[in-house]
């Protein structure tokens, strides 16, 4: 299908994805995994550094003279997900799994390591950031936090995600933002409790419940300007304990996403006031509590660039596209872009009967490994190759 360069390690490389999706680790939990990936970069003849992030493992490769150092970036770690693949390598981990092909990312990550350390053809070095916590934890702003860019002060940052809704042989990318910004949502309503037959002697937290519900999601449809993007929704609903008795209380839970910060304050600022306006109208007390979470993902132009020239020689214009539109989903290397410029870019992974990520039924596609391992190797060399040494 491609023209990619032949990688003889790629049966070793697969079997590891292989070991790795069979013993899955959460957030800040990937000791076994950082041990494999520590173990593997340092048979490549790469320094490497452990404990950023309590788990994190960095790997530095270092060839000719330049000073100039770059750094790429795959995250290690599962979700709380309970399998229900039959395959010999599902997890052995009941109630969590690699649902988000983070075991490719590793895999991809090690290959192009090995392929550069045994075919060291650019002038600089390169930093492999394998980073624990994506899921929800920000494993990479504590990897920021911990000092990364200080012991090892990259130029530029590149990150990748395999994405089952391409095509496998593609790419996409986009400069500006990808991935939205995330924010979690609580709202707790006190009224007061009585007989349900008798709800004229109480306040009921149930009926302000339902009014905010229909009211908060019409903020991103009449509040938000159709140009700007935009999603609120209440996920969690939970209230009383039986079918006669109006409940003290009720609190609600959500999301929101967003790409910019004026409009997820303005988000925040109609929240409140709809709370405010429930409350004096149903009587109850309405707490609203706002915890904005990961960044908006934010690719910078000049390293977006780069990288589209970069998937373009190596799919084909026809097969990289960069013109999609953002997705509503976060991402936590967003804390690294906005330490330094740099590029997250969507590789293609989807099959027909291929199951999205989260899913139960999700596994890494192996076909992509060699795609990614020649992606990483390539952005290498058209960032730090010989050729490009003066430039700085």
């Known amino acids: 299908m491609l023209n990619l360069p032949n990688f003889p390690f790629l049966p070793e490389l697969t079997s590891l994805r292989h070991d790795l999706h069979t013993h899955p680790e959460l957030a800040f939990q ?46 290690m770690d599962a979700l709380p997900i309970e399998e229900r693949n039959k395959f010999s390598h599902r997890s052995a981990c009941s109630g969590y ?80 933002a990808i991935m939205a910004g995330t924010c ?51 996920t969690q609903i939970h209230a009383g304990s039986t079918w006669n008795v109006i409940p003290d209380e009720a609190t609600l839970g959500g999301t929101i996403r967003s790409f910019n910060t004026s409009v997820q304050e303005q988000i925040e600022a109609a929240i409140h006031r709809i709370c405010q306006g429930v409350a004096g109208g149903t009587g109850t007390k309405i707490e609203a509590r706002m915890e904005r979470s990961y960044p908006p993902t934010i690719n910078s132009q000049a390293e977006s660039d780069i990288c589209l020239a970069v998937a373009k020689a190596l799919l084909g214009e026809a097969h990289v596209y960069h013109d999609m539109p953002p997705a509503m989903t976060a991402e936590d290397f967003s804390y690294m872009l906005l330490e330094r410029p740099g590029c997250y870019v969507w590789l293609g992974t989807g099959e027909e009967g291929n199951a999205p990520l989260h899913n139960p039924g999700y596994d890494f596609n192996d076909k992509a490994i060699p795609i990614g391992i020649a992606y990483w190797a390539s952005l290498v060399q058209a960032v730090l190759g010989k050729n490009h040494s003066s430039q700085g």
Not at 36 to 44: Q, V
Not at 54 to 66: D, E, I, N, P, Y
């Open 97 to 176: 799994m690699h649902a988000c092909g983070h075991d490719g990312h590793v895999a991809m990550l090690l290959g192009a390591a090995r392929h550069l350390a045994e075919n060291p053809k650019f002038d600089g070095s390169v930093v492999f950031i394998f980073q624990p916590a994506e899921e929800s934890e920000g494993g990479a702003k504590e990897m920021v936090d911990d000092g990364l860019f200080e012991r090892f002060p990259v130029e530029s940052v590149y990150g990748l995600h395999n994405w089952p809704d391409l095509p496998l042989g593609n790419m996409a990318l986009r400069p500006g």
């Open 184 to 234: 979690r949502l609580g709202i707790r309503i006190r009224g007061q409790g009585c007989h349900a037959a008798m709800p004229h002697q109480g306040i009921d937290p149930i009926v302000a419940a339902g009014q905010l519900i229909s009211l908060l999601h019409t903020i991103g449809s009449r509040e938000i300007s159709p140009l700007d993007s935009a999603v609120l929704s209440i």
């Open 30 to 75: 990937e000791t076994r995994t950082a041990g494999i990936i520590a173990r593997e970069l340092a048979s490549y003849g790469l320094e490497v550094h452990r404990g950023l992030a309590r788990t994190g493992v960095v790997g530095v490769l270092r060839a000719g003279k330049s000073g100039r150092m770059i750094g790429l970036r795959a995250d």
